[in-house]
């Protein structure tokens, strides 16, 4: 006796907000490596989870995995300190969703806190026997979403020329990330 | 080469929002049972961790679980829903702490939401050695936290009551909940 | 192949020992928060699947956990501790079972064990659509067995009391649980 | 604050029984393979297990798995069946303990049970260093556990023909299992 | 849109090497015990996984253990090492197909290496309903398969003996085996 | 009783193959999402088990996960299929390693295989106390490993712009990358 509350009204704008989702773990010991510090991998994992909830939020279908771009690992995380992962949608280009991930990390008897990753992934919305299937456009609302939104055109870029799917004069926005920047 | 930012002044007051955790998870085929539900026991396990955290979030200590209010369980939760738990601290008692926790599960292609649970955990802040130590008082501040807040004392004189540590006439506040309302 | 052997006779009374369930368990090192004692929230997983078990054992039916009493954790138990979990049913109503449950751990090479927990979990039978459905009534035994018995009525009223799904005046027998005893 | 209460009163003799134990587990999917029957290899995991508690229990030490005998895999073991595990000591020779394990499935709301498997495990008892240390002797009372002590030698001379530590003609009672039995 | 390529052309022979399976593992905290070294059973839990994606690739069919052969743990793999394990298939038997294992572990940043345990493990091969179907015949290239060819069936006639199918005047190789040998 | 022996001379060349690992892992089902699919996040953790046990071989110390490059996920890898990493060092950078993984998916039974990722993972090589130490450099010895080898000088000028740690003019190797290809 499954009793849910309709929740959705059919809209084709939605906000990046309307994506947002907030995870908490704690690091546990089978998640470390030798110096008791959060292996990388474990860490995508969870971000993995908490982007395609968000793609999963935005579209409101089943949703894969279609890439990530570069994540660094700068800072060591710790045994028993406590993860959050923040996520939202920036733009959707047809069937695929770029998600925007932050990570923090907290030693909180220690009173200390960190961020400690970027991440974007990209999903893509698919039917029950996986075919891509278009998905909502996003309408960024403060400051930072705008320049999210903005940005994920050249990340796009970016994404393709790596994959060879597009060749350098395809990617003009790409080109002033790399070369008209200051 | 931990580099974490300080971030906790020494206040002796805190309010119910500054131990708020929202925690995320998807139901995997390893939680359910043979209808394809999450089995209670796993809620109950990730109920622990996501109060654990809101515990620490207050007492900016190590915490040990102390004891688990009634909870019931009305609503199935199927494979894949995405379930978001809620908890923030009620009240603090010397070295103990009431976290209340709601939960909610979505089947987010379906577009289906429904809250599921409500719980009540009680942790006490320990020190290395593991023994209690005091933490801040707590401030209510949203007509909410202050129901939570007073009803704390109601719940706290039940679970002494239950563990046979008061006797009823020491829990007239208890008594009250019973048997004067309408 | 499955070549299991018919063990089953039709009978409408059982006794509590019919459903006894023993699960023994080693606190590994995930299992643990940063005290290396075991998290309340894993012990209630395991008491949750000993439980169902026991309940699967009075009804030969699927079950699905209905709700759990206030469990209170006053002992730590360590990382390599053996905990031994005992469950068997206590009373039957209608489609519903009380379960008790007791946990113990030992530190076996320390020659050292303790009695940690008791816990009262109720499962609903249900069919293969999850609709409930009725289960055998039970017949207690020893005298320990009469009286988890005659008290899993009491405690019936105060579940549906704190579920608010009776008034007190419909649940005597709990009002003399808290203030006509000794 | 770890309350134990000692239980062990030196005696260098013990019994099969003080070394039972008792294991239930519920076959999860990620024990499964594509049939949907549990692997060979997750069982074999939660037998070691069991047996480790055994050998712990009849020589309150510190144990290390050190053989397993030959196992056959007979019975497919379904997804959702309940695991019953026994194990006991049958016999031991200075430092190394034999322990011998029942294992069966159940089906029990289709009211249905078999035996699936048996199996020999060899335990070394071991100090803090992992050197090995001396174990006290068993003393068999029922029939099935004189006739388990009995065969007890036969089985150590296998394994130790088998790891070429002993020769032919130093297995007596091994060569009468296999020529001269009817 | 699941696209792979057919690589298998149906050949009724095959040799070992096609079935060569290398399988890597770290030793995480939770696959070990109280002396921080992996768990006999958790090795085991490794072997058999090894070992049935061996049995896949010979005889491209889904396949179940049937049998695992004395298996001893003279070696202490530690927590942190890297364990390789290496799988071929060494004989087939109708629809039956012996798995040799070997398993070495490693303390790289110390650059130590040791060779830790042999085992055999049989599996058969099975259509969808679990019914067995035969499977290729195997022709062993190199002289230590050979050797490993030649065995297989003292090994397997230990196995029926074992398992009381067979009596020892139907095992001649199995008596040259413990008999006859230097 | 640790009993290894040593392997590694002090070299301070060394070459891919010498980092050579093959990982071989069955996809379970709580690696997958609602499509049966593998959940890219799962892959992600496998190929960081994968690439840190490379750079440890390459360089015979404790490594951590500096950086992930993009990956993309073209090809979905279904529940049962067996998975093979393959990992090598293409280039040492001072205290830094950049692994090259290939992946590939099978379907066994059904005669089906197909390449379904590759990916670059860098790690630095740290002492006890996680500062970074230098690594031995790598003499590429195939076309393949050469091409490796070369490339990585271009990817990690795109990783320290991508950071931004370095500017455009910085990276020649990088321009030419994307603007002078055919």
């Given at each position: 006796m499954q009793?849910y509350?309709?929740?959705?009204?059919?809209?084709?704008?939605?906000?990046?907000?309307?994506?947002?989702?907030v995870?908490?773990?704690i690091?546990l010991?089978?998640?470390?490596?030798?110096?008791?510090?959060?292996?990388?991998?474990?860490?995508?994992?969870?971000l993995?989870?908490?982007?395609?909830?968000?793609?999963?939020?935005?579209?409101?279908?089943?949703?894969?995995?279609?890439?990530?771009?570069?994540?660094?690992?700068?800072?060591?995380?710790?045994?028993?300190?406590?993860?959050?992962?923040?996520?939202?949608?920036?733009?959707?280009f047809?069937?695929s969703?770029?998600?925007y991930?932050?990570?923090?990390?907290?030693?909180?008897p220690?009173?200390?806190?960190?961020?400690?990753?970027?991440?974007?992934?990209t999903?893509?919305?698919v039917?029950?026997l996986?075919?891509p299937?278009?998905?909502?456009e996003?309408?960024?609302?403060?400051?930072?979403?705008?320049?999210?939104?903005?940005g994920?055109?050249?990340?796009?870029?970016?994404?393709?020329?790596?994959?060879?799917?597009?060749?350098?004069?395809e990617?003009?926005?790409?080109?002033?990330?790399?070369?008209?920047?200051?």
């Amino acid at each position: 006796m499954q009793v849910y509350a309709i929740f959705v009204m059919e809209k084709k704008k939605k906000t990046p907000q309307d994506s947002a989702v907030v995870m908490t773990e704690i690091v546990l010991p089978n998640d470390t490596n030798t110096l008791n510090n959060l292996m990388g991998g474990k860490l995508m994992h969870w971000l993995d989870i908490a982007a395609a909830i968000s793609a999963q939020r935005h579209s409101n279908r089943i949703v894969v995995t279609a890439s990530v771009d570069n994540i660094s690992f700068a800072e060591p995380i710790a045994l028993g300190d406590v993860i959050t992962i923040k996520a939202q949608v920036t733009r959707a280009f047809n069937s695929s969703m770029e998600v925007y991930l932050e990570v923090s990390a907290e030693n909180i008897p220690a009173g200390k806190q960190k961020k400690t990753n970027r991440a974007f992934f990209t999903f893509v919305a698919v039917d029950q026997l996986g075919n891509p299937i278009s998905v909502p456009e996003i309408t960024p609302e403060t400051a930072e979403e705008q320049e999210l939104y903005a940005g994920a055109l050249r990340r796009r870029q970016l994404r393709l020329l790596l994959a060879k799917r597009i060749k350098p004069d395809e990617a003009p926005e790409l080109k002033s990330l790399f070369f008209d920047e200051k």
